[in-house]
């Protein structure tokens, strides 16, 4: 969903590098060892610029450098309310590289993934950067998922994904010798990176273009500038801080993506809903035990995929995730609770209807985080000689689930504007969905052309 129309500001930027450094007083942080963010002090002359972006995950960072990469000489600002980059879901991810098979033939999400794979290897080779193409199973255990899988195939071919096979159980143990089952999909262009560390990348390359990373910045406000019509959106954050003034606007704030895009007039709807997955860690003396990522023939009865092994890069295995209500919209563990986070979450229609309808669903979920037994019961069916003694608990991901008022997750792309008279020259990201992260530098690449056509850049 697109909603806006361009508009053409009309006016030239008119601003001297000495006054932009007048108006800042920067301290550096050091992120990779590579690139300097810049925290700015009050000032009088406040900085001026044909864009800003808001959000330091990786569609933002991606977007961000595509932008300068087709329109160099743009003034870009992006900001970012962590002190430093990929705090949150680009940095608390499973760091899988998708390749596709599961997405609705036709759907953004399907198209930008399989592109957005390509792009992301591709980027990887040029910079450098770690990955490991370790493939991905998807395995069916019993003869009941074996037409699910069967259709699920049919699927990755119609989405273009590239080599899918399907294979016996014979070859599922010549790729995973651990592993048991009767079929499966094998993805050899599935693979593993750092998903934060290429986040940081894409910051890194964006500054090197000319633009500007200010950390500790969280949006307060989305005000009509009244005072220049030249640069008609001021942004503002805490009131001991120097405002922006920008002609246009994108935000991509994940997590907070919702409450971002209500500051300029947007619907409540489709509300964050913070969804938190916990994974279990393969002990380091049963690590030969996986090799590949080994995923569930999705159900479409139940609303999340179930648990899977997952590789890391650092020579990790995690193990699962369960889903749950997450008491905070980044709250990484059960301890993490803002009172006003979870009564949002539960008060809210679309959330209630959900748990009506998977009840059963919700509490298996809830059950299997508490207790570790059920959750490798769940993995066993997968590696049969898995024992519970073989893990531990690991780390926590919080997933920016975007909800409407009728219970049903958004599983595609949202885009939005708001109304009233700066609608025109904002443009948030309400939802980018899982996979993002693969998708990040294909999403970039629709939103630069939609943001050029749109504010007539």
């Known amino acids: 969903m697109l909603c806006g129309k361009a508009n053409n500001s009309g006016h030239n930027l008119d601003l001297s590098a000495n006054s932009i450094e007048k108006c800042s007083l920067e301290k550096h942080f050091m992120l990779s060892g590579a690139f300097r963010v810049h925290r700015r002090s009050p000032c009088n002359e406040l900085p001026k610029y044909d864009l800003v972006i808001v959000g330091g995950g990786i569609v933002g960072c991606a977007t961000a450098r595509q932008l ?5 000489n743009l003034k870009i600002a992006l900001v970012e309310k962590e002190k430093e980059l990929a705090v949150h879901q680009s940095g608390h991810n499973s ?7 599961y997405y609705t033939p036709g759907s953004l999400k399907a198209k930008l993934c399989v592109e957005g794979l390509d792009l992301s290897y591709e980027f990887f080779d040029k910079e450098k950067i770690p990955y490991k193409k370790t493939g991905k199973l998807i395995v069916a255990v019993e003869q009941e998922e074996v037409p699910r ?21 014979k070859r599922i143990t010549d790729i995973e010798p651990h592993c048991k089952g009767l079929k499966a999909l094998w993805s050899p262009h599935t693979g593993i990176v750092d998903w934060g ?3 940081k990348k894409f910051g890194e390359d964006f500054e090197k273009r000319g633009g500007k990373i200010y950390t ?11 005072k220049d019509s030249n640069y008609p959106i001021r942004v503002s954050s805490d009131p001991s801080y120097a405002d922006f003034e920008t002609k246009n606007l994108i935000t991509c704030a994940g997590l907070q993506s919702d409450r971002v895009a209500a500051l300029s007039g947007c619907s409540t709807d489709p509300k964050i809903v913070p969804f938190r997955g916990e994974y279990l860690l393969l002990k380091p003396e049963k690590k030969h035990l996986v090799k590949t990522n ?35 919209r980044e709250g990484y563990s059960y301890f993490s609770i803002s009172p006003s986070d979870l009564l949002e979450s539960l008060s809210y229609s679309g959330m209630q209807k959900l748990v009506k309808k998977h009840f059963t669903f919700g509490i298996k979920e809830l059950y299997r985080g508490i207790w570790i037994a059920a959750q490798v019961k769940q993995l066993q069916r997968f590696i049969p000689e898995l024992k519970y003694s073989d893990v531990t608990r690991g780390p926590s991901g919080v997933r920016a689930q975007a909800m409407d008022s009728a219970g049903n997750l958004v599983d595609d792309f949202v885009f939005d504007s708001g109304t009233g008279k700066l609608s025109s020259l904002i443009m948030h ?3 980018a969905p899982s996979p993002a992260a693969t998708s990040s530098l294909a999403i970039a690449k629709m939103i630069t052309s939609e943001a050029i056509t749109r504010f007539k850049l």
């Not at 500790?216 to 009244?226: A, R, V």
């Not at 479409?300 to 092994?309: A, I, S, T």
Request: hydrophobic share 40%; aromatic share 10%; charged share 20%.
């Open 95 to 101: 760091g899988v590289i998708h390749a596709g098979i």
């Open 216 to 226: 500790s910045y969280p949006l307060e406000k989305i005000e009509d500038n009244l």
């Open 197 to 199: 560390y290429v986040t």
């Open 294 to 328: 080994i995923y569930p023939v999705p159900d479409p009865r139940f609303p999340f995929l179930g648990v899977h092994f997952t590789p890391r890069m650092n020579g990790d295995i995690w193990l699962g995730p369960n889903a749950v209500l997450a008491y905070k």
């Open 68 to 72: 300068l990469i087709e329109k160099p």
């Open 149 to 169: 899988l069967d259709a699920l195939f049919a699927r990755a071919q119609t989405n273009g994904c590239r080599d899918i096979e399907m294979i016996d159980s």
């Open 429 to 431: 990201v309400r939802n």
